[in-house]
């Protein structure tokens, strides 16, 4: 069964900087695209950014380009979300997804939740 865990949420001040993690298990993630999401009480889920299997290529929504950074490390079976410049709008339960280029099915981890506020 494939598995996503995401970590590395928390508490952060207007400005501050946070790195989420997304770890896989029971599979090989580097087959896989990589992308996150997030989703903020009563607002729709938004896409916040993917990334190919090798990590060649990068695309980002707007609202976030130039203060986010997606990458992963496949050795490690693991993708991250370096976030800079966090504003409040970045407050959200943020998720990490895996889709095969196979397939347009997308696996969910749990999410783990940022909260931007000073």
């Known amino acids: 069964q494939v598995q996503l865990v995401e970590s590395g949420g928390g508490l952060v001040q207007p400005g501050g900087s946070l790195r989420l993690s997304c770890a896989a298990s029971r599979f090989t993630f580097g087959f896989y695209i990589g992308k996150w999401y997030r989703q903020s009480p009563g607002k729709e889920r938004e896409f916040v950014a993917t990334?190919?299997?090798?990590?060649?290529?990068?695309n980002y929504a707007n609202s976030v380009k130039g203060r986010f950074t997606i990458s992963r490390d496949n050795a490690k079976n693991t993708m991250y979300l370096q976030m800079n410049s966090l504003r409040h709008d970045g407050t959200a339960m943020y998720y990490c997804t895996a889709q095969g280029t196979w397939t347009a099915q997308e696996y969910w981890g749990q999410g783990t939740q940022v909260t931007v506020s000073s």
């Open positions: 990334i190919s299997t090798t990590g060649g290529s990068t």
